[in-house]
């Protein structure tokens, strides 16, 4: 291994390290937060696997797990980091599991393989790998206008740019390399690479926003035993934001949540205020994280008393739906379900027995 590869991906271990350590001291209780520890300690031993000496079977398994849970890892976070409101697919376990049997089973088969079916499965791990970090980009890109936390808007920004390329470009490399001769200079350009990100990553958690972490990661409730943490002293809104609330109340009242697809910036026009405004008003003041869980209140609201109204009866639950502004049944099912713990037509029947 060259110099310039141990000197760059010491320095980037060291860094991360230091990352890994500020969220284990901050953020280990939530299941986020461990899901990005894992993350972190992931690329620490990949980084470190090339400088280490042969080792027995049972000890390159343990560094290597960490690596092979990164992808998965990557999605776990990003979801609970993006969808807290939506439980992570069931489905999801699916790729997941099949990604890490695959890896685990293509690097400590018990059995010797042939040359083309080992490269045969060591393709089809690395698939599975880049469309589990490929599910995690999607995820940060998904909702994207619609989410009111500034800080988590600009780590989902660098979570997709940074880290998500980043993981595509390397197991996209280990691809194409794994059976070819890797050209110098690769795996320094590699090292430094990842240690430009990892300082970048400490800079911007124990530097720039060092609170930023922590308003975006999903709130939790905190222990009994323990002192929930003093809550953030949030300014009182002024006078032109207290017009601003009364225009955006009168005008929800009115009916402005039923218009379909309606977007914060598209509202913004509406009640002639910046969006970026508008954002801070609903977020800070109105204490929702997402556009359209604020847009869901007013909704199911309405569609809970036309429900339950003897005289709407004979409505079907999808016109309703779209009447309040929802483009399908899907979203308002899932919508009401997380306000109700009841389908619409539960909901209906309970309020409207025969």
């Not at 800070?284 to 309405?302: P, S, T």
């Not at 899907?330 to 209906?348: C, Q, V």
Request: net charge positive; aromatic share 8%; proline share 7%.
């Amino acid at each position: 291994m060259t110099a310039g590869y141990l000197f760059f991906s010491g320095g980037a271990c060291a860094l991360l390290v230091l990352a890994a350590a500020k969220v284990s001291l901050n953020h280990h209780r939530l299941a986020a937060g461990r899901w990005l520890i894992l993350v972190l300690v992931g690329v620490i031993c990949y980084l470190l696997w090339p400088t280490l000496p042969p080792m027995p079977l049972t000890g390159a398994f343990l560094v290597n797990l960490p690596v092979i849970l990164v992808p998965a890892a990557f999605w776990l976070f990003t979801h609970l980091l993006c969808r807290e409101e939506e439980p992570f697919p069931r489905w999801g376990w699916i790729p997941i599991g099949l990604s890490i049997a695959s890896s685990i089973f293509v690097r400590y088969a018990p059995v010797s393989l042939a040359s083309g079916i080992q490269a045969l499965l060591f393709n089809l791990s690395q698939l599975l790998s880049m469309g589990l970090v490929g599910a995690g980009m999607l995820t940060l890109l998904g909702q994207f206008h619609s989410d009111l936390v500034e800080e988590r808007r600009r780590l989902r920004a660098i979570l997709l740019i940074a880290v998500g390329v980043y993981m595509l470009i390397v197991i996209g490399a280990e691809s194409l390399f794994t059976y070819r001769p890797v050209p110098n200079g690769v795996p320094t350009l590699h090292a430094l690479l990842a240690s430009l990100l990892s300082l970048a990553a400490c800079l911007w958690l124990l530097a720039l926003s060092p609170s930023a972490l922590g308003e975006s990661l999903p709130p939790s409730a905190a222990p009994v035993e323990e002192a929930a943490p003093a809550p953030t002293q949030v300014p009182s809104p002024d006078e032109q934001q207290l017009a601003q609330m009364r225009k955006l109340r009168a005008h929800m009242h009115n009916g402005g949540y039923r218009q379909t697809g309606l977007t914060i910036r598209e509202l913004a026009e509406q009640l002639d205020t910046r969006e970026h405004l508008l954002r801070i008003l609903i977020n800070r003041h109105l204490g929702y994280r997402n556009f359209n869980e604020y847009l869901n209140q007013f909704r199911i609201d309405e569609a809970s008393a036309r429900l339950a109204n003897p005289e709407q009866a004979h409505l079907p639950v999808l016109t309703i739906a779209l009447d309040i502004g929802y483009r399908s049944l899907s979203p308002f099912n899932a919508a009401f379900k997380r306000r109700h713990n009841l389908t619409p037509t539960e909901y209906r029947r309970q309020k409207l027995p025969t």
